[in-house]
Nanobody, 125 residues
Framework: QVQLVESGGRLVQAGGSLRLSCAAS????????MGWFRQAPGKEREFVAA????????RYADSVKGRFTISRDNAKNTVYLQMNNLKPEDTAVYYC??????????????????WGRGTQVTVSS
């Protein structure tokens, strides 16, 4: 069982930056692939970024490529999402997810076994 707790979301002006953190419980964090998803009001949950557990390969949604960076610190059981040049359309609840398939950098939700409760990011124009 893995528990995930996101933090770092807040109100920020367009063009600003935020770093989201996701702290995971358990002793085998390094074996999990991790992902970030987001859901805006009235919209479906969408993929943002993923990082594998095997070799830290990464994958990004086109909408955030070049602006967001996913990283992980296995010693701290934490995955991060650095978000730069934020836009109002980035406003959403951001969710962290973990997959026991450590090699995946999946853009779909299916491979992810565990989900956090989310943290709200609001970008004002």
């Amino acid at each position: 069982q893995v528990q995930l707790v996101e933090s770092g979301g807040r109100l920020v002006q367009a063009g600003g930056s935020l770093r989201l953190s996701c702290a995971a419980s358990g002793r085998t964090f390094s074996r999990y692939a991790m992902g970030w998803f987001r859901q805006a009001p009235g919209k479906e949950r969408e993929f943002v970024a993923a990082i594998s557990g095997s070799d830290s390969s990464t994958r990004y949604a086109d909408s955030v490529k070049g602006r967001f960076t996913i990283s992980r610190d296995n010693a701290k059981n934490t995955v991060y999402l650095q978000m730069n040049n934020l836009k109002p359309e980035d406003t959403a609840v951001y969710y962290c997810a973990a997959s026991s398939a450590s090699w995946v950098v999946a853009a779909g939700p299916t491979p992810y076994n565990y989900w956090g409760r989310g943290t709200q990011v609001t970008v004002s124009s």
